[in-house]
């Protein structure tokens, strides 16, 4: 009888689908190039440290984890799983020196 119960749970769940987004989550289909490109929109010809960085995408994007934010993966010194847009037109930072960056 347990079975039929939790049963009867999963089939009423499935008929009743959550489907509206919240902001939140409407946030999180956002890439990462994304996150960056809006929250260093206003800081354009700016030089910042990483750490500054950092912060003002977490300022803009509160859910978004800190150590997915990777500015080297946006800038000319990219690793292996670099941004795509690094080396086009869509490139988000010149490497100046170590950890800071020239936002373009
Ligand atoms: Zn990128």
Avoid: W
Avoid at 29 to 41: D, F, G, P, R, S
């Amino acid at each position: 009888m347990q079975t039929v119960t939790v049963n009867q749970n999963l089939i009423q769940s499935l008929k009743s689908p959550k489907q509206r987004l919240s902001p939140t989550q409407d946030r999180k289909k956002l890439t990462h190039h994304e996150m960056l490109l809006v929250a260093l929109h206003s800081y354009k010809g700016q030089i910042l440290s990483a750490t500054e960085i950092k912060n003002i995408v977490i300022a803009k994007f509160p859910e978004v984890k800190v150590r997915c934010i990777l500015p080297n993966d946006h800038s000319d010194i990219g690793n292996l799983r670099a941004c795509s847009c690094v080396g086009t037109d869509r490139q988000l930072l010149v490497n100046v020196e170590r950890a800071t960056y020239h936002i373009l």
